[in-house]
């Protein structure tokens, strides 16, 4: 498991990574593919749960067309919400 610095890098790497794919119109599943990696890995990698090597850093940048560097700036990170969601209101007729 990362240590808190750690895991901050790979929260930034998640949200910039997100930000990037769907800036590019892409889906995970097309991101994965054009990544050449496997889809859980990279929704692992999403959301900031498992590592990933420069490489990887590198082949996701590429299918995103974007530097690897801007993958790894820190990032507004989204806000985390915990428990069940609200309820939703019905409409009456």
């Known amino acids: 498991m990362p240590n808190e610095r750690g895991q901050e890098s790979l929260d930034y790497i ?9 800036r590019a119109g892409m889906t995970q599943e097309q991101l994965a593919e054009a990544a050449d990696l496997d889809l859980r890995f990279l ?8 590592n990933l090597s420069v ?11 974007v530097p690897p560097g801007s993958l790894l700036k820190k990032a507004t990170l989204p806000e985390v919400r915990r428990g069940r969601p ?6 009456t007729r």
């Open 14 to 22: 998640a949200a910039n990574l997100h930000r990037a794919r769907t």
């Open 43 to 50: 929704q692992r990698i999403e959301r900031g749960k498992t």
């Open 55 to 65: 490489l990887t850093l590198t082949a996701l940048a590429n299918a995103l067309a």
């Open 86 to 91: 609200p309820a939703r209101k019905t409409r």
